[in-house]
Every structure is written in C-alpha cells, then in structure tokens.
C-alpha cells in the first residue's frame, strides 16, 4: 500500500476546522503536513490546538503557503476559505505551481466557467501545466441542489425539467452560516447589509443551476437569480449562536431559474431559517418517469459539506489535471439531444 495521504489545510475557520478534525479523529491513512491562515492571532500556534483537537500536533501553522508547500510536499491542500471565485483562484495558485493537488468548497469554485471564463481558462492551462487536479465541492453546491438530481436523471428516459427545493433547519449549523442568513437582524438592518455585501445569503445556486445544465447538455438562455428575501420570525427562536425576537431576521429565502429556449427547465428553491420544521431536500423530474426523491429531515449542511471533501480527496489525487466540475467526477446523467455530443 502506499504511503500516507499527506494534507495541507488552507482556512482554519469552523469548517476548516471540523473537516481537520475529522480526518484526525476518524480516518486512517491521511494526515496533515501542515496547516495555513492568514489570522494573526493563529499563525505560529499548533494546529491541534487552533483546531481544538485535543492534542497537539506539533503542526505549526504557517502564513507562507508557496514555502509550505515546497517543504512538505502534500499529496492535496484543502482550501475552506472564500466562497467567491476572484479570491480563492490566486489563493490556489501556490498549489498548483507546486504541483499540489486542490479541494475547495469554494461555492463559485464549483462552476468556475459561469463567474469568469477567460480567468477559469487561464487556471486550468496552469493546472493541467503543472499536472495537478482542482475540484470545488461541498454538500450545496456540489451534491444537493446539482449532482443529485443529475444522478436522479440518468435513470429516466425523458427529462423535462428539474425541480429541487431545499428547505433547512438553520439552527444546528455554524456560526459563519447563521451570520450569512442574516439571523437576528432587522429586516432594515438585513436590506441594508445584503446591498454592502456584509451578508450574502447562500452562494452558489448559479453554480448548481449550471452544473445541471452543464450535465444534461440543456444550453441555458439565462440564469436567472430572484433578490435574497428575510423570514421574519413570528415568534422567538434560537440557536447556540443567534436569538431572533419576534419580528426579526431568522433566515432566508431565495429562488433560482434556469431558462432554456425560454423555457424555465430548472427551479431551484433554497430556505434556511432557525426552527424550519419540517426540513427537508426534495428532487422532483417532471420526465419519464416522474420522480419525487424526499430526504427528511434535511441534510446537515456541515456534516455533509465535511463528507463531500473527505470522501472525495482520493478522488481528486486519482483524476486527471485541470480545473474539475462535479460532472467530470459524476459523469451520469440524462443526455438530451444528439448522442455525439458527450463523446470526447
Ligand atoms: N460548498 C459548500 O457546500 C460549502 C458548505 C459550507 C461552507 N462552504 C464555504 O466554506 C468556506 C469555509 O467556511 P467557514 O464557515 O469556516 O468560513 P470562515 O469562518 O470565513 O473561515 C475561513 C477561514 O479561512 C481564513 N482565510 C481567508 N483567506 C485566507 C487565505 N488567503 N489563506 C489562508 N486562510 C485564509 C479566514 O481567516 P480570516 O478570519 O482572517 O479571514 C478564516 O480563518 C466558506 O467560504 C463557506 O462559504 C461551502
């Protein structure tokens, strides 16, 4: 067998953290080499300790990525640091220059080709330059609201069109996450933080539209985007992290389309919110057959966001050089129109 999988950790906030943790507790035959954040107030401290692993590691972390990866030679650095496209390409770009193989859930990683293009393009000539593999992933986009349903349809013989709506309890999730939903605020305070981007709702379901379209091979006229809306509590609920008084933010709401020959194809309804009951993760293909594939209660965004990139680090190592979609990982689907087309 070979030797250990060796990791390098980019982002030690709480998710950075709960993956990191879950490689050191729970799985065998991967470890770290070294850990990397830009926090002042981390940088030099042990990674088991930043973690909260329980022990220490004798990892310190590093703010010299281009260095660490030079010394340590990891197999993959796993980026959990930025969910928008412009930050996280020049964060990777010392691992592929490396020759370091990268994970991210980078949220418009998952679909570069929709943000930016030209950029994407340019990224993926250097990965596959220097022959390392670059995927973005995670449970939402990356599984729920994209690879499952495009699972779902390469078992009909006839897709009309995909409908997923994700309705999640917001209470057992992190804190970053119940912060980005805007828990607690006013709906004035809520409006005026969505325009100064101080929150964002969730990202990426332009991604998970284009990584369906992407798979079926249905060419989009547009994807279209409705405004992040508040629920407003009607009660007081609370999480460990917020409490929302009656009449406060307690999550959102948002809807997404995905037109193709003006025709809406894909409907994507994304609610999370403190106390959403019931949650749940519903796919439902107007096709043949007609299918409604309810998971209940929904799934935790964390958890699985934690699986996803575990389980697909050896993935990732295993598949070719380039800048990676899900498709290429998960390449079933329906395929809708001339057969040719998806033969390389
Ligand atoms: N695809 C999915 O399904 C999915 C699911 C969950 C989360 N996510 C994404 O995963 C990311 C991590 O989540 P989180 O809640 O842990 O976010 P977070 O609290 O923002 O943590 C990010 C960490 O990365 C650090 N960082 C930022 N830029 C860096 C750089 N250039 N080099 C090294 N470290 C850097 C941050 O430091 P500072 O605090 O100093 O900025 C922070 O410690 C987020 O972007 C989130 O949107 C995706």
Redesign the pocket.
């Known amino acids: 067998m070979r030797e250990e999988i060796k990791v390098v950790h980019?982002?030690?906030?709480?998710?950075?953290?709960r993956i990191a943790r879950h490689i050191l507790n729970e799985r065998t035959g991967i470890g770290y080499v070294g850990a990397?954040?830009?926090?002042p107030e981390?940088v030099g401290k042990d990674l088991g300790e930043v973690i909260g692993a329980g022990r220490k590691l004798g990892i310190k972390v590093s703010?010299e990525?281009k260095k660490l990866f030079e010394e340590t030679k990891p197999d993959i650095a796993v980026y959990?640091?930025?969910?928008f496209l412009k930050?996280i390409l020049p964060?990777i770009e010392p691992a592929i220059k490396s020759g370091v193989n990268v994970i991210s859930?980078?949220?418009q990683l998952?679909f570069p080709y929709f943000r930016d293009k030209k950029l994407t393009k340019k990224y993926d000539e250097l990965a596959r330059k220097n022959k390392v593999t670059v995927l973005?992933?995670?449970?939402?986009?990356?599984?729920l609201m994209d690879v499952r349903p495009t699972i779902l349809s390469a078992a009909c013989t006839e897709v009309k069109r995909i409908e997923v709506i994700r309705r999640m309890d917001a209470s057992p999730r992190?804190?970053?996450?119940q912060k980005?939903i805007g828990v607690s605020m006013k709906p004035e305070e809520f409006k005026k933080a969505l325009k100064e981007g101080k929150i964002t709702g969730h990202?990426?379901l332009e991604e998970s539209i284009c990584l369906i379209a992407d798979a079926l091979d249905w060419e989009l006229d547009v994807v279209r985007v409705e405004e992040v809306e508040p629920v407003i509590a009607e009660e007081e609920v609370s999480s460990q992290f917020y409490t929302a008084k009656r009449g406060q933010v307690k999550g959102t709401k948002q809807e997404a389309y995905g037109i193709v020959n003006g025709e809406e194809r894909i409907h994507l309804f994304f609610t999370a919110f403190l106390g959403a009951t019931p949650s749940f993760d519903e796919v439902r293909i107007e096709g043949t057959p007609e299918i409604e594939a309810k998971v209940s209660p929904c799934w935790h965004?964390?958890d699985?966001?934690v699986a996803?990139v575990v389980n697909l680090i050896p993935v990732v190592i295993n598949s070719p050089p380039g800048i990676l979609t899900m498709n290429d990982i998960v390449p079933i689907s329906f395929k809708s129109g001339d057969m040719r087309r998806f033969v390389k």
Do not use: W, Y
């Open positions: 980019v982002g030690l906030g709480p998710l950075g953290s990397i954040d830009i926090l981390i703010d990525p959990t640091t930025t969910p930050d964060q859930t980078c949220e998952a973005g992933t995670g449970i939402n986009p990356g599984f992190r804190k970053p996450f980005k990202v990426g965004g964390d699985g966001t996803m």
